[in-house]
């Protein structure tokens, strides 16, 4: 009776294991190309942040696996135009990319500020002669919109493309930059993850935001198989954002339950 009882075991849990690799196996498979983008997304969080974890969440509902692959961010937009991954993950404004990609529903928004010194005067960045000449630090492939950018081309405002945030904040603090532009709370998670606590203080946000940024999933327009993908992960994410899950995993997020333990 014994043997029997265990032969029974082994057989049950065999079953259960066919059962979960093949269940596995009938999944569709997806790159997705991304970057470091904390509080948001990072190799070094839980489920590399709530964003990766959202995407991940919608596109399971149509039975869709995806894996990520971190690299620069500029070089996200040409992986996903050759073909080496099926999306890119996130990308706020548009100009960087909306002649190449479709953009799936937003993920999330948030506010894209202008930042600097604590002690340098109060700017009216609308009013162009009041910011004719200075220097803005941006991560390469970059946009900071419309406004900010015609006034790049028109020589009005030089660029500094650096490669990572924290170098924003140092090169501030150091001079070498009169503004840099981060979303709010990536920015200040990163001034308090990378810079000394005496500077903390030195670094503020501009009080008018540049524009409240929409961010969304991309997908190369050459890709066959994008258009099929976008409405794949825009009809799971809308389940999730009806259910209350995106909301209450931003703000989850927010209260630090993806750091590592």
């Avoid at 259960?16 to 991304?34: F, N, Y």
């Avoid at 200040?188 to 501009?206: A, G």
């Avoid at 209450?248 to 750091?259: A, H, P, Q």
Wanted: with cysteine; net charge positive.
């Amino acid at each position: 009776m014994k043997n029997r009882l265990i032969c029974y075991a082994v057989f049950t849990f065999f079953i259960l294991s066919v059962s979960v690799q093949a269940k596995e196996s009938s999944l569709k498979r997806i790159t997705i190309a991304t970057g470091e983008w904390e509080p948001y997304i990072s190799k070094n969080l839980k489920e590399y942040g709530v964003i990766p974890h959202i995407i991940r969440k919608a596109f399971s509902m149509n039975k869709i696996n995806v894996k990520f692959q971190f690299v620069p961010w500029k070089r996200a937009l040409v992986f996903s135009q050759r073909g080496k991954v099926s999306g890119v993950a996130v990308w706020g404004g548009y100009l960087s990319w909306a002649k190449d990609h479709y953009g799936s529903d937003p993920v999330m928004s948030g506010e894209l500020r202008l930042w600097t010194l604590n002690d340098s005067p109060i700017i009216n960045w609308r009013n162009p002669k009041e910011i004719e000449g200075m220097t803005l630090g941006v991560i390469r492939g970059e946009k900071g919109g419309e406004y900010l950018d015609n006034l790049i081309n028109a020589q009005k405002l030089k660029i500094k493309e650096i490669t990572h945030e924290e170098q924003k904040f140092k090169m501030l603090l150091a001079k070498r930059l009169d503004l840099s532009i981060l979303n709010l709370d990536s920015g200040l998670v990163t001034i308090r993850k990378l810079i000394p606590e005496k500077d903390w203080d030195k670094i503020v946000p501009h009080p008018d935001p540049i524009r409240v940024s929409h961010y969304r999933v991309l997908f190369a327009r050459q890709n066959p198989e994008s258009l099929s993908l976008l409405e794949e992960f825009n009809d799971g994410l809308y389940k999730l954002k009806q259910q209350g899950v995106v909301d209450k995993m931003l703000k989850e997020s927010m209260n630090g339950s993806y750091k590592p333990n």
